[in-house]
């Protein structure tokens, strides 16, 4: 069963604070998108990455990239939905029924080559998965207390789910004009119910939107 990367670069960084985008900006000597395409690239259940770039990023990455025979670069949409279609889209004449998609913010630069097996494994057995922290508390308002028996999680990246499920998904959100999903779990639940195999997260997986984001785990994992 072959395994796609699909890397969502085509943020532009307005929050983040600095001259550059925060993909190109530089930790450790290295540009921060060259970490989570290094785990993808180096990762053994990987067959193949693309990247999912704006225009304005596009010629950039292609520079980052030019001796990565493995990484394909195809410019996205105005928003993360549109994107990840594009994504699709392009894979259709390539990608099996069964294949996995493993789709990832460009912005969780420091996940682990473990976290990564873990969920393709487990989307090859269960047909789909994400990671979850659970750090969040569902409070109850009306009766103003804290609901023990219920929880809610914070969805990180990469989630995973088989070619034909994903495509089928975007295609009717495409032709019934159904947007502002956040990511590919909210699509795959609004769509038809799915319910996605999840899998323990990392803190060290934090998606960088400021700076003061990337200061939080430089320490630990650089």
Do not use: W
Not at 11 to 33: I, M, P, Q, W
Not at 119 to 135: C, F
Not at 145 to 164: C, G, L, S
Not at 170 to 185: A, E, P
């Amino acid at each position: 069963m072959k395994t796609y990367g699909v890397i969502l670069a085509a943020g532009d960084s307005t929050r983040f604070d600095a001259e550059v985008n925060k993909l190109f900006y530089k930790v450790n000597g290295k540009e921060l998108v060259l970490y989570p395409v290094e785990t993808f690239l180096d990762n053994n259940e990987i067959d193949e990455v693309l990247i999912v770039s704006s225009k304005l990023n596009k010629s950039a990455l292609e520079k980052l990239f030019t001796e990565h025979q493995s990484v394909s670069i195809i410019l996205g949409g105005d928003s993360r939905q549109e994107s990840e279609y594009c994504a699709l889209q392009y894979l259709q004449d390539r990608a099996s029924d069964n294949c996995l998609i493993a789709i990832h913010d460009a912005a969780r630069s420091f996940m682990s080559s473990e976290l990564l097996t873990s969920l393709v494994n487990t989307a090859k057995e269960h047909g789909s998965a994400a990671p979850y922290l659970d750090n969040s508390k569902f409070y109850d308002i009306e009766n103003d207390e804290i609901v023990t028996h219920k929880k809610i999680v914070d969805i990180q990246t990469p989630q995973i789910y088989k070619y034909k499920e994903l495509f089928e998904c975007y295609s009717f959100l495409s032709k019934n004009n159904i947007t502002g999903m956040v990511d590919t779990t909210e699509s795959m639940f609004n769509f038809n119910k799915y319910e996605t195999q999840v899998v323990r997260g990392e803190e060290n997986n934090l998606k960088i939107t400021y700076k003061s984001d990337l200061e939080i785990i430089e320490k630990a994992v650089i």
